[in-house]
């Protein structure tokens, strides 16, 4: 008897669709890193103990380094993405020096993560002079306004540092999967958006 659920596998334009989605994902991926360039400038940021912290530092024992542009506690969407990063921190970890960085304070960070029982590292970027630089923060009337995604950077064996790639965090991106869950919904994402608390 043929089964109720045959699967996607045996669906032949499903199979082609996912694998020209997976080497389209590969080709963006070359053409993000073929643009990796040498940082010329030192970067500080200040961490939990208003201790300045030289980007240098940030990579600890690892040669990589991946830092979460967050747009800090003002942003439920940065939140969602944050509560997952959290998730999978240990395994990042393993690979890869991490951190978290916002425009928030020290204080406003510390508070914020233990109420979500964030794990990894955070640091302040107050003045936004890493975040603009890198991408992930914009000026408007006088005014800097922080913006999500993240960079990767990898360290020399004399110090230099490289921004090896970035990319943007968006709703259904691919690095939250929480869309994705709701996506194959019936109604799918049905105007969902992320809270803080779902308790009210």
Known sequence: MANEFPGLYGNQELEVLQKEIFEKRQRIVEIIKSNAHTLTKPYTLVDWNNASVTLGE???DKKDLIVIHNMGKGCRYCTLWADEINGISKHLENRSALVVVSPNT????KE???SRDWRFKMLSD?????????GFAYEKDGKKFA???YSTFHKE???SISRIGYD?????DMYSSTWHFLELLKDGENTWEPQYSYED
């Open 106 to 109: 020290p204080e406003v960070q």
């Open 126 to 134: 107050q003045a936004m002079d890493f975040s603009m630089d890198m």
């Open 157 to 159: 064996d004399d110090g």
């Open 147 to 149: 913006t999500p995604g």
């Open 58 to 60: 940030l990579f600890g």
């Open 112 to 114: 914020f993560a233990k």
């Open 168 to 172: 943007e965090f968006g709703p259904s």
